[in-house]
């Protein structure tokens, strides 16, 4: 039978309890046992297709075309390898699947409820997906925290399984926080109290307390927790701050996380070997050398939109030996008239721009101008996706002369649409699901710099895009210097783009961020960090230069 390791949070959302469940996953992994993760998300949407990624962070989008809660991209960053959108549970989901079986006449008869109808359900998902993974541990983590009245029906599920499964084979951990007040300098552990006690009036006893702070827990603390939460001292773990995520996983193998863990569930693993994934997460911190990336997008008032890509680029840097430091640029800001002088300061100082994803009208002719900006300057850009879109647009507007070139996305009157709807797209009225989702493999002709990046004919890549190149203006792009060197579908889509006579300026319509894991950097990424690393050592040299003639 597989064992269900049940994650909740408490006190506050936002305490890393997704890196939490990873973590305590990796762990498990390098300690020889199959493990997985699975997200349970207590919202009514069916999943995270339709929501905003200021309100809720990023989709995260699976190679089986899920769009899912950015949780499921760290669990396949530190488990290096693909989950599926199954791996995504949501509120949406369980009833729409409880609904559809009662409209069928399955419960005849029968009053529907949340219990047993609803726990039921969710209880065959989880047992579902554990069993059709192969893992002999399945971390679940259940989002929102304890208390909120959405989750209530996954808690029950996760109770109910303790019952069903058997204490052996389930285990409680629980995520809180132990504040720090500047003038008492000491960590509180009332909060993590009230919490536990909020828990157990669910019926929930927690077997593991993972405490959330800025240092270590002192051992009085721990003392002070295990006995008000009935928890033994030694299964009150300390998470403290570190320099990078990576380091989470050492930091909870340290603290002994594996004892009480195995004792529960009577499991035997192998000797725990973090070495090779201590030496990668050491890349990541106090690097001599940092470049900057202007990341000139829709949704940089919150981090977390752009989640994959801030990562993808971490990543990239550690493997090319040097820190990156990521500067957030409203794309709105080069719409206005003082966009140059603005350019000049944000733009001129960075030593590469990437072009991310996004939606709508909103400030995309700032991210057009951006991407004229980085040809002209002759800085590395890299366009994902929409920016791949805006990249042709910025192209055919200023060097084809086409000036009201765009996407029939923004201008559905556009007498120059270079790029359009996708033709198995014309009709659609649903937004949710709908759109090309999933990996696709793609063809790298060669001759290319993509050819070289990848150093393979065939790549994998990952897709959420409605709309294309309109290839009736490939040739004419082509013939300009636009080159695009990647396929999909049998040539239907074109998939990278790159400008010839450009040190690196490269788009792609797939999203390569979704695949970049820490133990294996994204190629192009890789390459685009390269770039402004060249970039970075020639405008040092060029100032020198200046420096010695005035």
């Given amino acids: 039978m597989p064992k269900y390791i049940f994650v909740t949070g408490g006190v506050m959302s ?17 300690s020889g046992l199959t493990a997985t993760c699975m997200k349970v998300d207590p919202y009514l949407n069916f999943d995270a297709g339709t929501m905003n990624p ?12 899920g769009e899912c809660d950015m949780d499921l991209g760290n669990y396949e960053r530190f488990l290096n390898k693909n989950l599926s959108k199954e791996d995504n549970i949501t509120t949406g989901q369980v009833y729409n699947a409880v609904i559809e079986e009662e409209r069928k006449g399955k419960y005849l008869g029968k009053c529907v409820q949340i219990i047993p109808h609803i726990t039921d359900e969710i209880k065959r998902r989880i047992r579902q997906r554990t069993l059709k993974s192969g893992a002999s541990v399945a971390v679940i983590e259940c989002g929102g925290t304890v208390g909120d009245i959405e989750s209530l029906p996954f808690l029950e599920a996760f109770r109910q399984m ?22 008492v300098g000491e960590m509180k552990t009332k909060p993590t109290q009230h919490s536990v ?32 939460t009935s928890v033994p001292v030694d299964s009150v773990i300390s998470n403290p701050d570190v320099e990078t995520i990576y380091q989470v996983p050492e930091a909870l193998y340290r603290e002994g996380v594996l004892k009480p863990l195995m004792g529960h569930l009577r499991i035997k693993g192998k000797k725990t070997d973090l070495a090779d994934w201590n030496a990668v997460a050491s ?22 939109s752009y989640v994959s890509v801030n990562l993808a680029l971490k990543h990239a840097a550690a493997a090319n030996g040097v820190g990156v430091e990521i500067r957030w640029i409203e794309s709105e800001d080069f719409e206005g008239t003082s ?18 994803q996004g939606y709508g009208k909103r400030g995309t002719e700032g991210k057009i101008w951006a991407a004229d900006y980085a040809r002209r300057t002759q800085k590395p850009l890299l366009g994902l996706c929409f920016g791949f879109q805006l990249s042709i647009v910025s192209f055919a507007r200023n060097v084809l002369g086409l000036k009201e070139a765009n996407s029939t996305e923004l201008d559905p009157q556009t007498p120059d649409p270079v790029i359009d709807l996708l033709p198995e797209q014309r009709g659609i009225s649903n937004l949710g699901g709908t759109m090309r989702l ?54 239907r889509r074109a998939e990278i783009l790159e400008l010839k006579e450009h040190p690196f300026f490269m788009g792609t319509q797939y999203h390569p961020e979704y695949c970049s894991r820490p133990e294996y950097p994204e ?3 890789q390459s685009f960090l390269k770039a402004a690393i060249e970039e970075h050592e020639g405008r040092g040299k060029r100032l020198q230069v200046a420096a010695r003639s005035s």
């Fill in 54 to 65: 200021i309100a809720h962070g990023e989709v995260f989008v699976t190679d089986d075309g």
């Fill in 14 to 30: 936002g305490l890393g309890k997704g890196i939490t469940t990873s973590s305590l996953a990796k762990v498990l992994q390098r």
């Fill in 162 to 183: 303790r019952l069903e499964d058997g204490m052996e084979n389930t285990l409680f951990v629980h995520v809180t926080l132990a504040p720090e007040m500047g003038a």
């Fill in 283 to 304: 890349r990541f911190v106090r690097q001599k050398n940092t470049v900057s990336v202007a990341m000139v997008g829709k949704y940089v008032t919150l981090m977390d």
């Fill in 523 to 525: 190629p192009i990424f």
């Fill in 339 to 356: 966009r140059s002088e603005v350019a000049r300061k944000v733009l001129g100082g960075a030593d590469g721009i990437v072009l991310p």
């Fill in 197 to 228: 006690q909020e828990l157990r009036r669910i019926g929930i006893q927690p077997d593991l307390i993972v405490v959330r702070g800025t240092r270590p827990l002192p051992i009085d603390a721990k003392e002070k927790l295990a006995l008000f």
């Fill in 438 to 491: 999933g990996g696709h493999d793609i063809s790298v002709l060669k001759p290319s710099k993509a050819f070289d990046i990848y150093r393979s004919k065939t790549v994998r890549g990952r897709h959420r895009h409605r709309f294309e190149l309109n290839q009736s203006y490939m040739e004419k792009l082509e013939d300009a210097g636009l080159h695009f060197s990647a396929f999909s579908d049998g040539g």
